[in-house]
T-cell receptor, first 114, second 114 residues
Framework: EDQVTQSPEALRLQEGESSSLNCSYT??????LFWYRQDPGKGPEFLFT???AGEEKEKERLKATLTKKESFLHITAPKPEDSATYLC???????????????FGTGTRLKVLA | DGGITQSPKYLFRKEGQNVTLSCEQN?????MYWYRQDPGQGLRLIYY???????QKGDIAEGYSVSREKKESFPLTVTSAQKNPTAFYLC?????????????FGPGTRLTVT
């Protein structure tokens, strides 16, 4: 069964304390993996797309990496404004019908303390 | 500025009433989506549309209906047949129907049915 699992569910960091969030997936026919940031009561904001194992993308204090089974979102020297829920999603295509879908994980709630 | 708008932000209805949630985008995207987000669960796909006048059911379409008469608009109707309609509803869009493109989300509508 196609599945996306994010860990940990919640993470508390001190300002400046670097860490990583994990997104593991069991999806056949992966076409892309996406990271989003979601603030409370708001829609997800797109961060990164990764297409193939070994790929890396960076934006300010965030770096996303991808292997064949999982993706990591590395947060370097986080600040309180990085506090949010980070969502991971994968896209897959049905091999015979060609239909596609995005499968979302449940997210990691990050809290950065000043 | 280009983006996705959803209205209203908060919506309250009595049980047994149908309600329509608005979603408009000016990104010139072909594909549009509706998701439902509940606490502790990942985003679940309700309906999606790749082109005007065409749409497909997602994983949890029962009790919902949509229309796609214009490229810019993809309204969602929550009918009285939806057994647990209280949730946070998110509309998204992406370039064409190609699955490797990221989705952009609106701000969401929080629906409360009592």
């Amino acid at each position: 069964e196609d599945q996306v699992t994010q860990s940990p569910e919640a993470l508390r960091l001190q300002e400046g304390e670097s860490s990583s969030l994990n997104c593991s997936y069991t999806v056949s026919g992966l076409r892309g993996l996406f990271w989003y940031r979601q603030d409370p009561g708001k829609g997800p904001e797109f961060l990164f797309t990764l297409y193939s194992a070994g790929e890396e993308k960076e934006k300010e204090r965030l770096k996303a990496t991808l292997t064949k089974k999982e993706s990591f979102l590395h947060i370097t020297a986080p600040k309180p404004e990085d506090s949010a829920t980070y969502l991971c999603a994968v896209h897959k295509t049905h091999p015979s019908s060609g239909t596609y879908k995005y499968i979302f994980g449940t997210g990691t709630r990050l809290k950065v303390l000043a | 500025d280009g983006g996705i708008t959803q209205s209203p932000k908060y919506l309250f209805r009595k049980e047994g009433q149908n309600v329509t949630l608005s979603c408009e985008q000016n990104l010139n995207h072909d594909a549009m989506y509706w998701y439902r987000q509940d606490p502790g669960q990942g985003l679940r796909l309700i309906y999606y549309s790749q082109i005007v006048n065409d749409f497909q059911k997602g994983d949890i379409a029962e009790g919902y209906s949509v229309s796609r008469e214009k490229k810019e608009s993809f309204p969602l109707t929550v009918t009285s047949a939806q057994k647990n309609p209280t949730a946070f509803y998110l509309c998204a869009s992406s370039i064409s129907g190609r699955p490797s493109y990221e989705q952009y989300f609106g701000p969401g509508t929080r629906l409360t049915v009592t």
